[in-house]
Structures are given as structure tokens and as C-alpha cells.
């Protein structure tokens, strides 16, 4: 079964407005990370939040931690309509070295 | 640059015929990993290994196999092709704990 579940499944902003999509999983882990994939494409990493942060920023990104209710969210700034993707929350369990990823949140940024 | 790559891009085959999926990257990582894609479904983890002559299953092994002979290459076999492994595939290598994941660019397969 997946580790990381993400919602919303879907989103639909218009460009400039704030998007925020959340991660819940199910073990304890060593990190969690963002990933985004454009249509037809490989993923590309975001943002990498070790077990023992609460938040970190990179540009317009802004994820946060919390472990004791394991769930991430990943938040993305005065969104453009480039940022229209995929996104995947990723973790790695404590007990190994494989990333078990999400189902993905689709988000669709008007212009 | 280092990268990693996949081959072939598309693929169509019949049902029961073997086929075989390469992926080769230069990271010189010890883990890689194969991960299908279907919609609904997000990415689910098939096999991995984490350096030569290791391979794990993942949660969706049952008809894949893979051999990991050197550090580069980790190619993927489905032993006989069913419709129910029509699906992206990716393969995505990990450097170790706390670093990132790079992964190819997928091979879409069809199974007919």
C-alpha cells in the first residue's frame, strides 16, 4: 500500500494565488520529499525535509513537518502557470532506503 | 553530466512475449529503484537494489524480475507481458539517506 497520501487529489488556482497540497503517511521516517512531474515526464526533486525539521523554505517553496501527526505540506508562493504539474510527496522509513511515494496532487495554475 | 537513462521511450508488445527495460545511469549510485505509474495509483515501488548482485522486491514484483550486474545498469524483465502491465515505468536511482532521488525520463509500455 502507499505510504504517502496527498490531498487534495486535484487543484485549480489562478496565477498569483498561494497553492497548498498536504502529504499523510503511515511509518516513521528519516526524511520526506517533493517531487514534481510534468505531463509525460520524469520527476524532479523540490525539496528535502529531514524527520527532525519542522520547516524549510527554498524560493517560493515552503514545506513543513510534523511528525507526531506524520503529514507534510507543501506550499508554493504567487504560483505561475508554469508550476501547473504533478506534485508527490516521497518517503524514505527508518528501517530502509527506499522512497515509497504518494498518489499525487494535480495542480492546475490559470492565467 | 551525470544522468540517468532509459530505453527504450515507447514500447508496444503482445501478450506472453518477454521483454526487458534498461536503465543506465552514471551517478555511481548503489540504489536504484523501478516504479510504475498508473493513474490513480501514483507511483508504486516494483523491485530495487541497493548495490551489485542485491535485489529486493517492492510491493508490485509479481511478474518482474530484475539483476543488478554492475552499478550503472538495472534492467527490468517482464518474464511474460500481460495487459494488466500496460503502465509508464520509471527508474530512479538514490545517491543514500537524506539525498535525492533522479529518475529517467520513463518507458511508456504497451501491452496488446
Known amino acids: 500500500s502507499q505510504q504517502g497520501e496527498e490531498d487534495p487529489q486535484a487543484l485549480s488556482i489562478q496565477e498569483g494565488e498561494n497553492a497548498t497540497m498536504n502529504c499523510s503517511y503511515k511509518?516513521?521516517?528519516?526524511?520526506l520529499q517533493w517531487y514534481r512531474q510534468n505531463s509525460g515526464r520524469g520527476l524532479v526533486h523540490l525539496i528535502l525535509?529531514?524527520?527532525?525539521?519542522r520547516e524549510k523554505h527554498s524560493g517560493r517553496l515552503r514545506v513543513t513537518l510534523d511528525t507526531s501527526k506524520k503529514s507534510s505540506s507543501l506550499l508554493i508562493t504567487a504560483s505561475r502557470a508554469a508550476d501547473t504539474a504533478s506534485y508527490f510527496c516521497?518517503?524514505?522509513?527508518?528501517?530502509?532506503?527506499?522512497?515509497?511515494f504518494g498518489t499525487g496532487t494535480r495542480l492546475a495554475v490559470r492565467p | 553530466d551525470a544522468e540517468i537513462t532509459q530505453s527504450p521511450r515507447h514500447k508496444i508488445t503482445e501478450t506472453g512475449r518477454q521483454v526487458t527495460l534498461a536503465c543506465h545511469q552514471t551517478?555511481?549510485?548503489?540504489?536504484m529503484f523501478w516504479y510504475r505509474q498508473d493513474l490513480g495509483h501514483g507511483l508504486r515501488l516494483i523491485h530495487y537494489?541497493?548495490?551489485?548482485?542485491?535485489?529486493n522486491k517492492g510491493e508490485v514484483s509479481d511478474g518482474y524480475s530484475v539483476s543488478r550486474s554492475n552499478t550503472e545498469d538495472l534492467p527490468l524483465t517482464l518474464e511474460s507481458a500481460a495487459s494488466s502491465q500496460t503502465s509508464v515505468y520509471f527508474c530512479?536511482?538514490?545517491?543514500?539517506?537524506?539525498?535525492?532521488?533522479?529518475f529517467g525520463q520513463g518507458t511508456r509500455l504497451t501491452v496488446v
Open positions: 530512479a536511482s538514490l545517491g543514500g539517506l537524506k539525498t535525492e532521488a533522479f
Open positions: 516521497a518517503t524514505d522509513a527508518s528501517s530502509g532506503d527506499k522512497l515509497t
Open positions: 525535509i529531514r524527520s527532525n525539521e
Open positions: 511509518t516513521s521516517i528519516n526524511n
Open positions: 551517478w555511481n549510485h548503489n540504489n
Open positions: 537494489s541497493y548495490g551489485v548482485h542485491d535485489t
